[in-house]
């Protein structure tokens, strides 16, 4: 029986195909495909038994041991949820970390249930050469970095332009100690990987915000590091009432709605309180104890308020630590770095300016393609 095989295009992600992983769990953790479910051909242990199989008595063995394990009620549950998934998504695709004989036998087990899935020549191995060769290409084409202090929307800013890469939210973290979302943090392959995806559109430019290479727990891909510490740069200016009424939308609005959908009035308040007063604490280096307590005590007083309905009661803490911990830093490190701005304005100057430059740098390349 021919089993169906198709090239690892990323069309595949920008056709929002449904991607089944059939690896086992913890190489599922440890890096996926975007959009990627995982129905593993071998769980962990079973993983794990037959790569000592393979190690000490050869392939034979270890493909045998396969299939001793994998056998009666277990791989007629594995079938079963493949079958559920083909059904509910006719153009699904199979994978394994190299399109090789885990994904060849789900296909072939499918096909003896009459299902016929392709499977990806060359797996998750090669989808992500391909993934992280969209970063590197994005590496060399012209850049823009926007900068400013915090609470001045430059996230925003990026969303609203179609070539800008928002890192942050591949990152799942907002990049400051109050930034960690309240669900898990992407592993490192899982960041660069939506970082590939959010780069698949064509655009021959690419407009970032200023970041350390550091955001929660992941880091930029070097070579796009160094291109955004070469790139020109424009800065946000706006007036500290306009963006503390962002940051208590960030900090706190956003968050609350996060923790309530996913855990519920009393859990979910509970674990956003220990979120933000375990975030203060860990600045106690910086601010000083005196600085600290006074911040705390601020804190929970608008803890207090805000369960009676007055959420601007956090200003009063975010306030202070704006001026006296962010801004400050960042002044310090605009400092230390002399960027030349191209651009200082408020926020819609800009966006406008991040557009204008956008359609500069989109002549010169489209003239060269022409001369090509």
């Known amino acids: 029986m021919t089993l169906p095989v198709i090239e690892?295009?990323?069309?595949?992600?920008?056709?929002?195909?449904?991607?089944?992983?059939v690896r086992a769990p913890v190489e599922f953790l440890q890096g996926s495909l975007p959009g990627?479910?995982?129905l593993p051909l071998l769980d962990d242990d079973e993983r794990r038994q037959v790569g000592i199989a393979y190690k000490h008595q050869g392939q034979a063995a270890a493909i045998e041991l396969g299939h001793r394990l994998v056998s009666g009620s277990v791989k007629a549950e594995r079938v079963r949820a493949w079958v559920q998934q083909a059904m509910q998504h006719p153009d699904a695709v199979l994978y394994c970390f190299r399109g090789g004989m885990r994904s060849q036998i789900a296909q072939q087990w499918l096909a003896e249930a009459g299902i016929k899935l392709p499977r990806i020549r060359g797996g998750w191995k090669v989808m992500r050469q391909r993934l992280c060769s969209r970063i590197s290409a994005a590496a060399e084409r012209p850049l823009l970095v926007v900068g400013g202090l915090t609470g001045c929307a430059k996230t925003r800013l990026i969303?609203?332009?179609?070539?800008?890469l928002d890192l942050e939210g591949c990152a799942h973290h907002k990049g400051s100690a109050f930034g960690r979302h309240p669900l898990l943090s992407p592993a490192q392959i899982d960041f660069e990987h939506d970082m590939g995806r959010s780069l698949l559109s064509n655009h021959e430019t690419c407009v970032v915000e200023d970041e350390s290479r550091h955001i929660g727990?992941?880091?930029?891909?070097l070579d796009f590091w160094h291109a955004m510490e070469r790139a020109p740069r424009i800065r946000v200016e706006m007036p500290l009432d306009w963006r503390l009424e962002q940051i208590r939308r960030d900090y706190i609005d956003d968050l609350w709605a996060i923790y309530q959908n996913q855990f519920g009035d009393w859990l979910g308040w509970a674990l956003m309180r220990k979120q933000l007063s375990s975030a203060l604490l860990r600045l106690k280096k910086r601010l000083g104890s005196?600085?600290?307590?006074r911040l705390q005590r601020l804190q929970s007083l608008a803890f207090t308020e805000h369960e009676r309905g007055n959420r601007q009661a956090h200003e009063a803490w975010l306030a202070p630590l704006l001026t006296e911990y962010y801004d400050p830093m960042y002044r310090y490190q605009l400092e230390k770095h002399?960027?030349?701005?191209?651009?200082?304005?408020?926020?819609?100057?800009?966006?406008?300016?991040?557009?204008?430059?956008?359609?500069?740098?989109?002549?010169?390349?489209?003239?060269?393609?022409?001369?090509?």
Do not use: M, T, Y
């Open 8 to 21: 690892p295009d990323l069309d595949l992600l920008r056709q929002e195909r449904l991607l089944i992983d």
């Open 36 to 38: 990627a479910v995982n």
């Open 159 to 164: 969303q609203s332009l179609p070539n800008g």
């Open 217 to 221: 727990a992941v880091n930029i891909p």
């Open 290 to 293: 005196a600085r600290l307590a």
């Open 338 to 372: 002399s960027h030349c701005f191209l651009h200082v304005g408020d926020w819609h100057s800009c966006l406008e300016a991040a557009r204008e430059w956008s359609a500069n740098h989109l002549q010169p390349l489209a003239q060269h393609a022409v001369k090509q």
